[in-house]
């Protein structure tokens, strides 16, 4: 790791991560509002039994996990940083020093449903390392850097 940069550690993570998940969860419902829409032929009604869905449960999957990737993908890609990253001074580059590639976007988004499955414990992971990285990091070919 370069040494002009600090480690983020996992509280910092968390929490730029609580931010953006509060904002995703936004273009989410919106996506969701639009797609209901779309899915009952433009007709705002409700099905007549309460149990039929508003969306086929794969598309709702779908949308979910495009609209996040895209959201995590746009602003790593765009500016090196989401929202909540920017907030508290974070920002994502390449091993190589650059800006990330969409596959990069791709294996750190992947890493980190896992890392949020597994409720954060393998970030524990930054405090035993000697460059103080987590595995979405290593795997993914980033890192995180305080600006």
Known sequence: MNTQYKSVYPFKRIIASVYDSLL??????????????????FNWTLPENPSDPLLPGWYAVLLISLSSWGFYSFFWIRGNKTLGMAVWKIEIYSIDGGKITLIQTLKRFSCNLLITALMGIPLLQIYFTKDRVAINDILSGTRLKIV
């Open 24 to 41: 995703l969860l936004s273009v989410i419902l919106i996506l969701g509002y639009v797609s209901v829409f779309i899915f009952n032929g």
